[in-house]
């Protein structure tokens, strides 16, 4: 079946309430290529969370630019975060901007390094064959391949998934929470066979990452 044109924009209220659900227990997040910080916004305004947005480019930075309503925004290439201390952030986000990266694995080990651990990175773009390539014809990467890259910067438990109806890449990936799971990439088998897991998750993401204070920023 056809997609209409407008198909993004008709998905947009439905994408941002999924993403505001995945992350709504982070409470420092970083969005990587944050454009107008529209979704920074409802991050702020829904979660409670303290959003810092970085994009190459300011212009479309909201109207005071720095700091409005629980969100900061820095114009910075998402590749040197230097501002940021080594795991001072809960989160990374980055939506339909990881395509446009240049240097797209120094961007994800920078969201790594800044990344505490047992924090999560989301990733969603539009994949290589979807409408937008029909669209606007960029350089779209495959679920693979954003999967690959996030296991050469470090990450585990990479989940790479086609969602709306596969025109978006919605990737999540872990930053390890000990040596052993960075080393192995994953936790072992016999827990990541049982629900074990995502209760570890839950209950980290509930005790022990979130402390109700803005992010670590050196200017
Ligand atoms: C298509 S826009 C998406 C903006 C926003 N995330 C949204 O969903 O509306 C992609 C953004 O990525 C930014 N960008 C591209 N390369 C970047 C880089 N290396 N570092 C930071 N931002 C970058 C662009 O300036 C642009 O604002």
Redesign the pocket.
């Known amino acids: 079946m056809e997609l209409p044109d407008d198909f993004y924009e008709r998905i947009k209220e439905r994408l941002y309430r999924r993403i505001c659900r995945e992350l709504q227990l982070a409470k420092r997040l970083l ?9 920074d916004q409802l991050l702020a305004d829904r979660n409670g969370t303290h959003v810092i947005g ?4 300011n ?2 930075f909201p109207e005071n630019k720095t700091r409005s309503g629980g969100i900061q925004c820095r114009k ?4 040197n975060l230097t501002f940021l201390k080594d795991g001072s952030i809960d989160a990374v986000v ?4 990881f395509h ?4 797209a694995l120094k ?1 994800l080990k920078e969201a790594h390094r800044v990344l505490q651990r047992g924090g999560r990175l989301l990733i ?1 773009d539009f994949p290589k064959a979807s409408l937008a390539q029909r669209l606007w014809n960029e350089n779209y990467y495959t679920r693979s391949q954003v999967a690959s890259m996030l296991r050469q910067a470090g990450f585990i438990d990479v989940e790479s998934r086609a969602i709306f109806q596969g025109q978006l890449i919605w990737a999540l990936a872990w930053k390890a929470h000990i040596e052993q799971e960075a080393r192995h990439q994953t936790i072992p088998h016999q827990v990541r066979r049982s629900c074990y897991k995502q209760r570890v998750r839950a209950a980290a993401w509930k005790g022990s990452l979130f402390a109700r204070q803005a992010p670590t920023i050196s200017t």
């Not at 990587?32 to 529209?38: L, R, W």
């Not at 970085?54 to 480019?57: G, K, N």
């Not at 910075?76 to 590749?79: K, V």
């Not at 980055?94 to 901007?97: L, P």
């Open positions: 969005d990587i290529g944050c454009g107008s910080c529209k979704l970085v994009d190459i480019s212009a479309k910075r290439n998402a590749d980055s939506v339909y901007a446009e990266m240049n240097n961007v969603v």
